[in-house]
């Protein structure tokens, strides 16, 4: 006659299977939301606080343009819970034009004023990509930006050149659009933050023409 115990023993591994199952199964529709059809952000510019004013009294007027040079116009994918691409997310905003209006605000707040006949800010947006990354119950958002940031005089001579990168990273529980644009929003605001605490910026923006 069958111990009863012993068959309580046999079923207890397979209920332990099919619980494992069951979390696994669970996480990965978290972690993958709707994954199949195309995801859309809506960027904006978180300005710097607390900035102090770097134009001089003679600094020239200056204007900033940016054109939009990255391989595709989809700033991320979403995956599902098996790490497989499955859809694009693309920013229902204008990329360059976030990005052109958020140097200038953070021009005119240190004090430089905009116009024509003074210097250029020329920006030249190479890169702008958010990822996901999947762990067993949730994963990394990351996003990236580069740029070539470079300041003409009138005359086209360049002051100042340099291609700059920004990230921001964080961990989340689902794959979705709200934390790609998060982190894409960090990214950008990251950037702009180091062409700005460049002193070789600020002086060429102060420089006068001779």
């Known amino acids: 006659m069958m111990n009863p115990n012993t068959g309580a023993r046999a079923i207890r591994p397979w209920l332990l299977a099919v619980r494992l199952v069951a979390i696994l199964a669970a996480s990965t ?6 994954a199949f059809t195309t995801g859309h952000v809506n960027l904006a510019y978180e300005p710097t606080t607390e900035v102090s004013k770097a134009a001089a009294a003679d ?6 343009e940016v054109t939009d040079k990255r ?14 691409k499955t859809a694009d997310i ?17 021009l005119h707040n240190r004090g ?10 020329t920006v030249r947006l190479a890169d702008f ?9 949730s994963g990394d958002a990351s996003a990236s930006i580069g740029m070539e940031v470079a300041v003409k005089r009138p005359d086209g001579s360049v002051t100042y050149s340099r291609y700059v990168t920004g990230e921001s990273k964080d961990w ?10 998060r982190m894409l929003n960090g990214a950008m605001r990251d950037g702009v933050a180091k062409v700005f605490s460049d002193n070789a910026f600020i ?6 023409s001779p």
């Open 172 to 181: 989340v529980e689902l794959a979705r659009e709200g934390n790609a644009e």
């Open 90 to 106: 693309v920013s229902d905003s204008d990329v360059a034009a976030t990005l052109k209006t958020a140097f200038e605000t953070e």
């Open 203 to 208: 002086e060429a923006l102060n420089k006068r």
């Open 112 to 121: 430089f004023t905009d116009g024509a006949g003074g210097d250029l800010v």
């Open 29 to 34: 529709v978290l972690l993958s939301g709707c």
């Open 129 to 137: 990509q958010n990822q996901f990354t999947l762990g067993f119950f």
């Open 59 to 64: 600094s020239p007027r200056v204007r900033v």
């Open 71 to 84: 391989p595709t116009q989809a700033v991320g994918q979403k995956i599902n819970g098996f790490g497989i």
